[in-house]
T-cell receptor, first 115, second 113 residues
Framework: GAGVSQSPSNKVTEKGKDVELRCDPI?????LYWYRQSLGQGLEFLIY????????KSGLPSDRFSAERTGGSVSTLTIQRTQQEDSAVYLC?????????????FGPGTRLTVL | QKEVEQNSGPLSVPEGAIASLNCTYS??????FFWYRQYSGKSPELIMS????GDKEDGRFTAQLNKASQYVSLLIRDSQPSDSATYLC?????????????FGPGTRLSVLP
């Protein structure tokens, strides 16, 4: 079946512009996660959705970052007034349920470059 | 602060050898453990999950869990050059918050032909 999809695959933007990154999880998966991975670094947790609600937003690095999920499916991560330090690969993952026993499956990521 | 630690590597093994990747975690309440493989420029791909003490085998891969020692390992038998990648260990805690799914920094494995 179809896996997690993300768009765009690459995004180049100028400092100060807003960007929107999209994630389409595996059908039927209720939990959705956003991570960020800078070059050569590990995964940095950003936010977790269970259905449409986000019980854990603790990883969002600043108030320039926000995310929403509608219809228990597609999620959008928005970065306002982008800065050069926002350049990274943004990864989305989904799992059948939230909670500790469920495996996460990753999308291909969006590579964001802020000039 | 929950942590998962791994040697960053690179771990170099000759083709056909056994590669042993290790991971320790700080939260004694962690319940579930996962190994992911990440090729350069690609996203992580799930290899194995393990939930109880002991060994779990899947093809050339064996995951080992020792909760008393807070230690997880991944063995790759008959290593192939195509196994060259970064291997991420992840552990989860006792509640259902996303941040409890904690990833280690990864170990870079290089299998030499």
């Amino acid at each position: 079946g179809a896996g997690v999809s993300q768009s765009p695959s690459n995004k180049v933007t100028e400092k100060g512009k807003d960007v929107e990154l999209r994630c389409d999880p595996i059908s039927g998966h209720t939990a959705l996660y956003w991570y960020r991975q800078s070059l050569g670094q590990g995964l940095e947790f950003l936010i977790y959705f269970q259905g449409n609600s986000a019980p854990d937003k603790s990883g969002l690095p600043s108030d320039r970052f926000s995310a929403e999920r509608t219809g228990g499916s597609v999620s959008t991560l928005t970065i306002q007034r982008t800065q050069q330090e926002d350049s990274a690969v943004y990864l989305c993952a989904s799992s059948l349920r939230g909670g500790t026993a469920y495996e996460q499956f990753f999308g291909p990521g969006t590579r964001l470059t802020v000039l | 602060q929950k942590e998962v630690e791994q040697n960053s590597g690179p771990l170099s093994v000759p083709e056909g050898a056994i590669a042993s990747l290790n991971c320790t975690y700080s939260d004694r309440g962690s319940q579930s453990f996962f190994w992911y493989r990440q090729y350069s420029g690609k996203s992580p791909e799930l290899i194995m999950s393990i939930y109880s003490n002991g060994d779990k085998e899947d093809g050339r891969f064996t995951a080992q869990l020792n909760k008393a020692s807070q230690y997880v390992s991944l063995l790759i038998r008959d290593s192939q050059p195509s196994d060259s990648a970064t291997y991420l260990c992840a552990a989860t805690g006792r509640d259902n918050y996303g941040q409890n799914f904690v990833f280690g920094p990864g170990t870079r494995l290089s299998v030499l032909p």
